[in-house]
């Protein structure tokens, strides 16, 4: 009996065929692996900077440039215009106050000055007459006075003798009566001559307070005139140095014109330019540090213009001390603090964060043959560092050059 024989459904070559084909397969995506998210790049220790991550006092801050001034500068303006006439010194001279600095002339303004004199001499003569006037007046008024005076003690001597004499009838009462009616007329004539004279006394005394008034105001007008003709010399305000004069003999100036400028020597402050990107966080009182001489100094903000020109502003800061050899014009690189001091981890500026943004870092692995991308997040900078807030602990070892020509590699082996 003949039995039935199952036919096999792959042979030896198949089997071969198909274990070949699946080690392909496993080899192209290998490869895929290898070439994709995970590819290398051998990078020489020697042209990368390798930084160690620490803990320590940070704070934020930025570097601004500033320029050394005078502490005071007082800017010399022709008060009144006119033509150079003379240069009493040279630009760059050092001044004491009201030394005299140059002279202009104006002849109308002078002409001015000796009509004004002349309006005050005449007014003043004019017052005298008055006064004189007045003066004679008076005493015209007061020999009237004595003359009533003297009529009214006579009238009553006849009335009073006149009376008795009446009352004894040794006269008539005619003769009475006239020298009654008499002495109530000198009396009425004294009560009169009284107010004269009071009226007098009180419209002289007007007259003068008037006089007085005018020759007051006038006298003001001829005080500023000459102030005016004095202000064409021109003269040092204070002590100090005298800068940018612009003037030259025989040189029209005109009123409110800027003549020149002068430094006092008291002191320097130092301007300095900021980006207007952060005038929200500057305010007087905040601090700055600079290097001169190998030595640290400190600022602090004075004033803040708040006028913001070409997307900057500017700020005046003072020396909290004497700084020897610094001088009008010098330039200073200052770090201008915008924080408090803290505790934070940190890592050095460098390259990298042009390419990363902060957001990433090639950190380097124990053996530090190997760095590989780490995410991480970054808050505040300053000069030197950057605050890390993830990412990175104490310790670490990180590349902070720049990543140029890393393209999208994940590993740096480092050789």
Known sequence: MDIPLEKKRFNKKQ?????????????????????????????????????EIKEGVFQENIPVSGNVLPITTIYLDALEGGRVDELFVEDGAIMKQG??????SNTDLELSLVNQETSVYNLLTQMQISQNAARQNTINKLTRM?????????????????????????????????SENNYNYQKQQMELAQEILKQDSIS????????????????????????????????????????????????????????????????????????????????????????????????????????????????????????????????????LALSEEKQAILVPKGGFFQQTGGNWIFKLNEAGTIAYKVDIRLGTKNTEYYEVLEGLQPGDKVITSSYDNYGDKQELVLK
């Open 99 to 104: 030394d005299p600095i140059l002279r202009l």
């Open 146 to 178: 004595t003359d009533v005076e003297n009529a009214l003690i006579e009238a009553s001597r006849v009335y009073q003798l006149n009376k008795k004499l009446f009352d004894q009838k040794a006269i008539g009462r005619q003769e009475f009566q006239e």
């Open 204 to 335: 002289t005394k007007q007259e003068t307070n008037q006089a007085q008034n005018s020759f007051s105001r006038t006298q003001s007008a001829l005080k500023l005139m000459r102030k005016k003709v004095g202000d064409l010399v021109v003269k040092a305000p204070v002590d100090g140095q005298l800068t940018s004069l612009d003037a030259e003999i025989g040189q029209s100036k005109n009123k409110g014109e800027r003549l020149g400028q002068l430094d006092v020597l008291s002191g320097f402050k130092v301007r300095a330019d900021i980006d207007e990107h952060y005038i929200s966080r500057i305010y007087t009182g905040q601090r700055g540090t600079f290097l001169f001489n190998s030595k640290e100094y400190s600022l602090i903000i004075k004033k803040v213009f708040t006028q913001v020109t070409g997307g900057r502003f500017q700020v005046d800061m003072l020396f909290e001390e004497k700084v020897e050899g610094v001088r009008r014009g010098q330039s200073l690189q200052i770090r």
């Open 15 to 51: 089997i071969s065929i198909a274990i070949g084909l699946i080690l392909l397969i496993s080899l192209i995506t290998f490869v895929i692996i290898s070439t994709g998210g995970n590819s290398k790049l051998n990078v020489d220790k020697e042209r990368i900077s390798i930084s």
